[in-house]
């Protein structure tokens, strides 16, 4: 289905649970408050079953840190039965461990966030000394499979002196893709703004050394093929009505919203008390959707 402003809706955007082992100091929380219980497993059944009637394929789990979700397999298992790509936002710190378990569960690929290219930078950007193990999930994923593995760094003023040897040391292990992530104003973001960089000087490097240039319908993501072979897609979303008008998301929060924008605390509609409510949840839901869809607008416009 398409909003009032020639968008589909293609891609569900899941907070599993607000729970987080790490600390990075500019997290936007997927735009959500505090809340610390996550949806059910039915009721996120129940949600994704109606999404796929609007034209939902692809769904992206993300939190907090989803791994650490107790239901995670069972919750991926269910999602994948249902015919979704299923992917997975993380933090990776416990990926060495669990990247075969995901990818039999059903688990197609993997973005795993990365902000520092050492122990140092790495611990200063996520309040954990977990570089190496992060590492160590990054070449997991890569060996079970969970491709294309992707690597997100948000770059900040904190970072951005060693992007490019973050860069480097990702491209060496082999990963498919890199996201370089403009700081969102959101959540900690807000506060942490004066560590926000503008990508287009990086941008600019990129496509000096880039074999090719692509753009992504998905937000109109600009993409740099190297040398090696890896992309590197880059994310600007702030005050960017292209990224705006390239929005194909919609977002199920972990106190079971729906959500339509990560900027809009307004633009949402509250499906907590019905969404496991057995055989009245999925015609209820379905009005949600209508109306999620219909109350979607852009953040960030052009003016005519
Ligand atoms: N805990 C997981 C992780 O660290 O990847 C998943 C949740 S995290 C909120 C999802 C993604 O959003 C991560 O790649 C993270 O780096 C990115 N992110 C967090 N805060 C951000 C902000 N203020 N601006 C842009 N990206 C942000």
């Known amino acids: 289905m398409i909003d009032r402003f020639g968008r589909p809706i293609e891609d569900l955007r899941i907070t599993l649970t607000h729970v987080c082992n790490f600390k990075c100091f500019f997290c936007h929380m997927e735009g959500e408050g505090d809340s610390f219980y996550g949806v059910s497993r039915q009721g996120i059944v129940n949600v994704a079953k109606v999404s796929r009637e609007f034209g939902v394929r692809t769904i992206k789990l993300t939190g907090g840190e989803p791994t650490l979700r107790r239901d995670l397999f069972e919750i991926i298992g269910d999602l994948s039965s249902l015919g979704f790509e299923v992917s997975m936002t993380t933090n990776g710190f416990l990926l060495s461990d669990l990247a075969g378990k995901l990818k039999e569960a059903g688990l197609s690929r993997v973005n795993v966030s990365l902000h520092g290219s050492d122990r140092n930078s790495f611990k200063s950007i996520t309040g954990v000394d977990g570089f190496s193990k992060v590492l160590d999930g990054i070449r997991n994923a890569i060996s079970v499979g969970l491709k294309p593995v992707k690597v997100n760094i948000v770059v900040t003023k904190r970072n951005l002196a060693n992007v490019e040897a973050t860069i480097s040391l990702v491209d060496s292990l082999g990963v498919d893709e890199i996201h370089l992530i403009e700081m969102h104003p959101v959540g900690l973001g807000k506060n942490a703004f004066d560590s926000h960089v503008f990508l287009y000087d990086l941008e600019s490097k990129l496509q000096k050394i880039s074999i090719k240039k692509e753009i ?43 959500k339509t924008c990560l900027y809009r605390e307004d633009r949402t509609i509250d499906i907590s008390n019905i969404l496991d409510k057995g055989d009245i949840a999925e015609p209820m839901i379905r009005s949600a959707f209508e109306i999620a869809i219909a109350i979607r607008e852009p953040n960030f416009k052009y003016k005519l």
């Open 216 to 258: 992504r319908s998905k937000h109109m993501r600009p993409r740099y093929v190297m040398p090696s072979g890896m992309v590197i897609e880059v994310v600007k979303p702030y005050a960017n009505p292209l990224f705006c008008a390239g929005c194909n998301r919609i977002r199920l929060t972990s106190d079971g919203k729906l």
